[in-house]
């Protein structure tokens, strides 16, 4: 991203030389496919890509060792999705032995229902459909325990009985990745299924989970929020929102609901102006954290990089250089940056996170690098969750997946990549007319109203 290649070439080379999964090591299914597998495919493409638009990455005598690597670790991770009797994987695995023997039958939505992008990329470039397969088998069997009555699914599951154990629905931790992965698959493969999973999952966010005014920028009432509600009534559940559902204004961007993206972005972006960071959970009853730790996530970053995008308007370039230096002022430490314990006390815990490089410090530097070529219209290019970049082309939309499918044999619709809309970011940006591009200001009104709220008039 930052067109440095001899670094890039050097990390590459070292995690060729070093990196060996063969290790008696339990890891997170999803961190693992987030984070690691995400990160070899995304290199992956950047090494193989013919245009190469960052300047020369290509890695001399290359012969596919990072795609050998993501195959080796997927295939090290594929026991979690064995003897499930839903099709959800196992929350955890061990690389050398497979499911651990006293392993929770328990996981949460997101972990088990955000692995498709990562493993479809996969099955697509190796030509081998079990990756997506086992991936798209665990996002369709959460998606058929949806509740009949409001269509929204709960955060925690048993994946041997499809009992809702927690049954919380909600954009933050357990769930965010689940709604944003069912368009960023749509994006990428162009399959139809995901977007109408998409369209109706949101319908279903709007309908139970947004409370306050309808226009969020006018009108009377409150502001808008969305809250935690129980699946099955729709019923609020608790008054916290969490840090992790600020990426949403990203993924309303991504559709086009660039409006409601703002004022929900403008929230978030209150509550970190009062603490200099966000709360891990913040109660909007009591205005004040519930879960004090900010871990320099960077879901308000991305949100403001997108809609920065969107509308060029030079307040989310105000809200980044504000962002970056509380992130100096509060968190910087001598070998890196560091987790916040507490964002009132401002202490710190000896902890960075990989995603602070593979996201927050992505985000910022992209939020200020105009000329960035990922900018270029023509490049296209997708962001996983963790922040890695992938192109959408063609090498993705060959699907085998639907062969094997009992009873889906060639029903699912495929799109080209120039038919999708939400493609890359130069494209969103005409999703919001030009002449109204810097005239989506946020009414003063509105800014009041949100200040208030969490208290900081
Ligand atoms: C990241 O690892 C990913 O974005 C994930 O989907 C949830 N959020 C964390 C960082 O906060």
Same mark, same amino acid.
């Given at each position: 991203v930052m067109g440095n290649s001899s670094e890039f070439q050097k990390a590459v080379k070292l995690v060729i030389d070093t990196v060996s999964f063969d290790k008696d090591s339990t890891v997170q299914v999803f961190e693992a496919t987030i984070r690691v597998l995400g990160s070899l495919l995304s290199a992956h493409i950047i090494i193989t890509d013919t245009k190469q638009p960052f300047g020369d990455m290509t890695i001399k005598d290359y012969d596919n060792e990072l795609l050998h690597m993501a195959h080796d670790l997927a295939v090290r991770l594929?026991?979690?999705?064995?003897?499930?009797k839903t099709g959800i994987p196992y929350p955890r695995v061990n690389l050398?032995?497979?499911?651990?023997?006293?392993?929770?039958?328990e996981t949460c939505t997101a972990g088990a229902g955000s692995l498709l992008v990562e493993f479809g990329i996969l099955s697509r470039l190796l030509g081998d459909s079990t990756f997506e397969w086992v991936a798209r088998r665990a996002v369709k069997a959460l998606w058929s325990l949806r509740?009949?009555? !409001? &269509?929204l699914l709960g $955060?925690?599951?048993?994946?041997?009985?499809?009992?809702?154990?927690?049954k919380q629905s909600g954009?933050?931790?357990?769930?965010?990745?689940f709604y944003e992965y069912l368009l960023k698959s749509y994006i990428l493969f162009g399959e139809k299924e995901d977007l109408e999973m998409f369209n109706d999952a949101y319908r279903n966010i709007q309908n139970h989970l947004r409370r306050g005014r309808e226009a969020c920028n006018e009108g009377e009432g409150d502001p808008p929020l969305y809250v935690n509600v129980?699946?099955? !009534? &729709?019923?609020?559940? $608790?008054t916290w929102i969490d840090?992790?559902?600020?990426f949403f204004p990203g993924l309303q961007v991504l559709i086009g609901d660039v409006e409601d993206a703002i004022c929900l972005h403008a929230f978030y972006y209150a509550i970190w102006k009062r603490y200099g960071a966000l709360p891990e959970r913040y109660n909007w009853q009591l205005q004040a954290p519930d879960v004090p730790f900010y871990?320099?996530?960077?879901e308000l970053v991305e949100s403001t990089y997108l809609l920065y995008q969107a509308t060029k308007n030079p307040f989310y370039l105000h809200v980044g250089m504000d962002i970056l230096q509380s992130l100096e002022k509060y968190t910087k430490a001598k070998c890196g940056y560091a987790t916040l314990h507490?964002?009132?006390?401002k202490t710190k815990e000896d902890r960075m996170e990989s995603f602070f490089l593979s996201e927050t410090c992505k985000y910022l530097y992209l939020l200020f690098d105009?000329?960035?070529?990922?900018?270029?219209?023509?490049n296209k290019y997708m962001f996983t969750t963790e922040g890695h970049i992938v192109s959408v082309d063609e090498?993705?939309?060959?699907?085998?997946w639907q062969d094997i499918l009992p009873g889906e044999e060639g029903s699912a619709e495929k799109i080209k990549p120039n038919e999708v809309?939400?493609?890359n970011f130069s494209s969103n940006c005409n999703r919001v007319p030009d002449e109204r591009r810097y005239l989506l200001p946020l009414k003063s009104n509105y800014m009041r109203q949100i200040d208030r709220m969490v208290g900081l008039i």
């Open positions: 594929l026991p979690a999705f064995e003897n499930t050398k032995t497979g499911v651990p023997p006293d392993s929770n039958n509740s009949n009555n !409001t &269509g $955060n925690v599951v048993n994946i041997q009985t499809g009992h809702w154990v927690g954009l933050g931790a357990g769930s965010d990745s129980n699946m099955f !009534t &729709g019923q609020l559940m $608790n840090s992790l559902q600020a871990p320099l996530r960077p507490h964002v009132v006390e105009e000329e960035n070529p990922l900018h270029k219209s023509g090498r993705f939309r060959n699907s085998l809309k939400a493609v």
